[in-house]
């Protein structure tokens, strides 16, 4: 059995330092794909570096770069492929401004990227990356990068939404976006049309996804009921504890 991965420990502190809570605030911007900046696109991968998580065990198996343990370094050509199709891709971020009156420009602290495209008479949106600052967590700003998604007029047409995560918090988010319960999800509806919707994705990490778990496979004795194989070995120890978590609270 190979050894658990042991996170790494490191001080966190929220980007900016507020002298008073009522001139700290979040907001909240949405930018439709063919408006993202290589600057904005440069900051959202070093937000993904430094947050995302770190590999896992198996990690070698990507390169001889990828190693358990280490942070997820993520190349800034890995993040257009999240805008591989802009014109049907917006961005949603999330800014801390500290205060309003100082010069000290508002930090990065949150960003998903959403795709749009037609599955039959259906309209599929897809939450393609979701990240949120370690030292912001908790804040509900997962929640809301989803909710913002809402103010896009396209997205008003959305009538199946998803996202591929093995973090629990961001399935509650995409969950509270649906205004759905988790124990309430229509595992009929995913077992006959998961594969087709995938498949008919402009995006290659999902066309190319291996549908794994108990709704797909017949000799499943892992636990799965609906999961993804993407070949991205990121460490897991963080996102149980979060699940240990919700189900303390009984979620």
């Known amino acids: 059995m190979p050894s658990p991965v042991t996170p790494p420990n490191r001080h966190l502190t929220l980007p900016c330092n507020p002298t008073s809570p009522s001139n700290a605030s979040f907001f909240y911007r949405i930018t439709v794909g063919n408006n993202v900046s290589d600057d904005t696109l440069k900051a959202c991968a070093d937000l993904f570096s430094s947050n ?18 280490q942070q997820l370094i993520y190349i800034l050509g890995h993040c257009t492929q999240c805008l591989s199709h802009p014109e049907n891709t917006v961005l949603v971020t999330c800014h801390l401004q500290v205060d309003p009156l100082e010069s000290e420009r508002p ?79 229509d595992l009929d509806f995913i077992r006959v049309h998961a ?35 993407t070949k991205f070995y990121v460490d897991h120890t963080e996102p149980l504890k979060v699940l240990a978590h919700y189900k303390n609270k009984g979620q």
């Open 52 to 69: 995302y998580g770190i590999w896992g065990n198996k990690a070698s198996k990507i390169s001889t770069f990828t190693k358990a343990g």
């Open 107 to 185: 930090k990065l602290c949150g960003h998903a990227f959403a795709s749009m495209w037609d599955y039959g008479e259906n309209k599929i949106g897809w939450v393609t990356q979701l990240v949120v600052d370690e030292a912001v967590r908790q804040r509900y700003v997962a929640t809301q990068l989803l909710q913002t998604l809402k103010v896009h007029a396209p997205f008003s047409r959305i009538n199946i939404v998803g996202l591929v995560s093995s973090h629990p918090a961001a399935c509650n988010a995409l969950a509270k976006y649906a205004v759905a319960d988790l124990k309430d999800v």
């Open 195 to 229: 594969k087709g919707i995938l498949q008919s994705s402009p995006i290659s990490y999902l066309n190319d996804a291996q549908l794994k778990g108990v709704l797909f496979e017949d000799n499943c004795d892992n636990g799965s009921i609906s999961s993804v194989f």
